[in-house]
């Protein structure tokens, strides 16, 4: 299975964009899903998960009151509603999904690009 992410393209400082994420096919339900930004010439870091059972999302401090992440309608499907961005949060988009009884995310989306022009 592969995650397929949507959603990511141009905008100006202080736009708005919603990324999605699901399996390419149907699949057991993951334990928790998430998302991380990678900027040119910079690792791959954290931005926010969220667990496929319930509850509240996690996120990096610098997105807190800006990005919101969220469980779809269908199973193993997630969204990252990006409010308020910034120059900086240029960057490609990966998603990702852990399973039960793994330690760490192991399936990757293939990344989608943000653009924020000032």
């Known amino acids: 299975v592969q995650l397929q992410a949507s959603g990511g393209g141009l905008v100006q400082a202080g736009g708005s964009l919603r990324l999605s994420c699901a399996p390419s096919?149907?699949?057991?339900?993951?334990?928790?899903m998430g998302w991380f930004q990678q900027a040119p010439g910079k690792e791959r870091e954290f931005v926010a998960s969220?667990?496929?059972?319930?509850?509240?999302?996690e996120y990096v401090d610098s997105v807190k009151g800006r990005f919101t992440i969220s469980r779809g309608n269908d199973q193993n499907t997630v969204i990252l509603q990006m409010d308020k961005l910034r120059v900086e949060d240029t960057a490609a988009y990966f998603c990702?999904?852990?399973?039960?009884?793994?330690?760490?995310?192991?399936?990757w989306g293939q990344g989608t690009l943000v653009t924020v022009s000032s």
């Open positions: 096919r149907r699949t057991d339900r993951f334990l928790r």
């Open positions: 969220i667990s496929m059972s319930g509850g509240s999302g």
């Open positions: 990702a999904a852990r399973r039960f009884g793994r330690s760490k995310f192991e399936l």
